[in-house]
DNA sequence: TTCCCCTTGTAGCATCTGCTACATTCTTGT
DNA sequence: ACAAGAATGTAGCAGATGCTACAAGGGGAA
C-alpha cells in the first residue's frame, strides 16, 4: 500500500472522530487538515476534493454505527414493537451515539440544502438502517413493514432533535413517554 | 412609523417567504438582501446584524405557523393520543407544512453547530409547540403530559427527516403506519 | 550516477463572508 | 430658507474559503 493510502486511512480515522466530537460546525479544509494533523496541500492531495473527505469519515462513522447497534440489538433476535422502540431509543440515549445521532442530523439538514454528498450520504443511512429495524421487528402479517420501520426510524431520529433543541433531559423524558405511546399496539388489528 | 421601521416589515415579510423557500441553502447578507429587494448595506441599516435579520424572519414565519396549525386543530378541542398523532402528521405533511419542517430541521441543525441566533430560537419553537400540543391532548391522569407531547413532537420532526432524507412518498408511508404504532395505546395503563 | 515519480512545502489566486467608513441625497421641523 | 437628522449609495477592509501552480526533496530503478 503507498503512503498515500496509508495517510488516507489514518486520516479518515481522525477526522471520524473529529467530526463526532465536533460535529459539522468547523468542516474548513484548513480546519479539517487540522484536525488530521497534516497540511491541507495534503488532504487534497490524499482525496479528490473537499466532498470525498467527508464521504470517507463519515462512511466510517456510520460504519462504526452499525456495528455499535448490532452489538446492543443483536442479529438473529426479534423483538415486539414497543419493546424494540423502547430499547432502540435507550441505545440512541447513550453517549456515543447521542453524538451521532447529531451529527447526523447536521448531515440530513446539509442534504436538505442541497450540499454535496450529503444528500445521497443520508438516503443511504436511512435505507441501511430501514433493513436493520425490519430484521429486528417482531410484527403481525399484513403490517407494512417497511413503513413501521420508517416511523421508528422518524421517532428514534425526532429525538435527537429534541436532544438538540431543548436539552438531554427532556429528551429522556421523551423517550420514557414512548411506553405509553406504543404500549399496547402490537396487539392491534393492522389498518 | 418612520420609514426604516416601514422597511423593515417588507424585508421580513419577503425574507420569511424566501426562506420557506429557499431555506437556509443561501442566506449571506447579499443573498439575503437581493431576496428582499434592498441593497446589502440597507440590510444593515434596518437591522443591527445579519443574526437579528434571521431572527425576525425566522420568528415571523414561526407565528404563522401557529396559525396555519391553529386553524387545523382548533384550539379548546382535545383528541385522544391515536387521533391526535395522526392528524398532526397529516398536517405537517401538507406542502406549506412540508417546506416549513424542512426550514425548521434546518434551524435545528444551526442550533446544533451552535450558531446564533439558532438555539434559541429553536428552544422556543419546541416549547411553544409543546404547550400547543399538551392543550389539546386528551390523557388518562397519571401519564406524563408533557413527556408525551415531547414524543410526539419527536415524531412529527422525525417525518421531516425522513422527507428530506428519501423523499414525500416514504415519508407518507410511515406517517400512515403511525396508526398501527399508537393505535391501541390510548387505552393502555400509565407505567 | 542519472532519471523518474511519489510525496511534500510555499505561496497564492479568485471568490465570498460580515461588516464599516465616508460621502451624499432627501425630508422635515423651525 | 436652512440646519439637522434620516436614508441611501460607493467603496472597501480583513478574514475565510476551496483549490491550484510551481518547485523541490526523497527514494528506488536503470
Known amino acids: 500500500m503507498s503512503i498515500r493510502d ?5 486520516v479518515v480515522e481522525r477526522l471520524s472522530a473529529h467530526l463526532l466530537a465536533n460535529g459539522l460546525a468547523q468542516v474548513s479544509l484548513r480546519q479539517l487538515a487540522a484536525a488530521a494533523g497534516v497540511s491541507d ?3 487534497l492531495y490524499y482525496f479528490e476534493d473537499k466532498a470525498e473527505v467527508l464521504s470517507a469519515s463519515l462512511e ?7 456495528v455499535s447497534l448490532a452489538r446492543a ?3 438473529g433476535q426479534v423483538f415486539p414493537l414497543a419493546e424494540f422502540v423502547q430499547r432502540a431509543a435507550d441505545v440512541a440515549g447513550r453517549s456515543e451515539m447521542r453524538s451521532f445521532m447529531r451529527l447526523w442530523v447536521e448531515v440530513i439538514a446539509a442534504a436538505a440544502r442541497g450540499e454535496m454528498p450529503f444528500a445521497e450520504i443520508s438516503n443511504q443511512i436511512i435505507f441501511g438502517f430501514q433493513t436493520w429495524v425490519e430484521s ?3 410484527l403481525p402479517d399484513g403490517v407494512d413493514r417497511a413503513g413501521v420501520s420508517l416511523a421508528i426510524i422518524a421517532l428514534i ?3 435527537a432533535l429534541i436532544d438538540i433543541c431543548v436539552g438531554e433531559q427532556h ?3 421523551a423517550a420514557r413517554a414512548l411506553a405509553f405511546l406504543t404500549s399496547a399496539s402490537g396487539n392491534a388489528k393492522p389498518a
Open 73 to 75: 440489538l443483536p442479529d
Open 171 to 173: 429528551r429522556g423524558r
Open 6 to 10: 496509508e495517510q488516507r486511512e489514518r
Open 41 to 43: 496541500r495534503m488532504l
Open 157 to 159: 431520529d425526532g429525538l
Open 60 to 66: 466510517r462513522l456510520a460504519g462504526q454505527m452499525i
Open 136 to 138: 429486528r421487528l417482531d
